[in-house]
């Protein structure tokens, strides 16, 4: 599988970077929603070769689910389906950045059971199988340890502040503005969410549930050792209905630490 997802990388995105023509970049929701020419591409020879893996099993891409968003009910159904995002990060592939990856989950049921994160310009490939662990490089990861009691710490948390967020949005995210936090901007989930789970980040907070963006992530982070929570007090659900804000982070008291202060900011 990791095979698959390099070839289609090395075949259809990294020859691609850096020479995009203005024709090869449009929008999608909005200025700041962009899609190239490398993301459909991808996705269109994923969605080809996955189900070939997998017979009988079917594919949630982000560019398909954009045209067709009755495709994400397929996410809660009885057969496995490989949720794909074929370039993450997009805007940062577009001005030429290195940090966007290729993420490839494999659910059933609502249920991630294994994914895939691929950063090929910075050599990264990070797996993860629900039980069995998350490992980068044949390493198994893990998420920070907690500062012990009187020490004091900075939370570092990665966040979703984009200037398209609608005030309430804008808000929830005003609440991580405190002394013991360090927020920052995600340009890239997939490679944020690798950074919580091998210790670089403590959390990651979003107020959107794409599953492309998430499911990938998700399974590396929690079973690096991590925990996901939602305004709701309850565990992300990739098959959707999800209360907002949620935060994936090095463990559950730090995920519940984000998740209450972005409920602050709102108030």
């Not at 940062?92 to 940090?99: H, I, L, P, Y």
């Not at 079973?223 to 907002?244: D, H, Q």
Request: proline share 5%; hydrophobic share 45%.
């Amino acid at each position: 599988m990791e095979e698959a997802v390099r070839a289609v990388a090395a075949a259809e995105v990294v020859p691609r970077w850096r020479q995009l023509a203005a024709a090869d970049i449009s929008t999608k929701t909005g200025p700041g929603d962009l899609v190239t020419v490398a993301d459909r591409e991808a996705e269109a020879r994923l969605t080809e070769t996955l189900p070939a893996l997998l017979p009988g099993s079917v594919v949630v891409g982000e560019e398909a689910a954009h045209a067709d968003p009755g495709l994400l009910r397929r996410i809660a159904g009885d057969a496995p389906v490989w949720i794909v995002d074929p370039v993450d990060g997009t805007a940062n592939f577009v001005a030429g950045k290195e940090e966007f990856a290729t993420l490839v989950a494999l659910a059933q049921g609502g249920e991630v059971l294994a994914s895939w994160t691929y950063v090929p310009q910075l050599g990264l490939m990070a797996t993860a199988r629900a039980g069995r662990g998350a490992w980068l490089a044949g390493q198994p990861l893990r998420t920070a340890e907690a500062a012990k009691p009187g020490e004091g710490e900075v939370l570092r948390v990665a966040t979703s502040q984009f200037s398209y967020l609608d005030e309430q949005e804008r808000r929830r995210f005003e609440g991580l503005g405190t002394d013991d936090v360090h927020a920052r901007q995600c340009t890239c989930a997939g490679l944020d969410y690798l950074e919580v789970a091998r210790g670089g980040l403590d959390a990651v907070a979003f107020t959107w549930e794409a599953p492309w963006d998430h499911a990938a992530g998700v399974l590396l982070v929690t079973e690096a050792g991590g925990a996901s929570l939602t305004a709701a007090g309850e565990p992300f659900r990739i098959a959707g209905g999800n209360e907002f804000p949620f935060a994936v982070a090095r463990d559950g008291e730090t995920a519940r630490r984000v998740v209450e202060l972005m409920g602050e900011g709102e108030r």
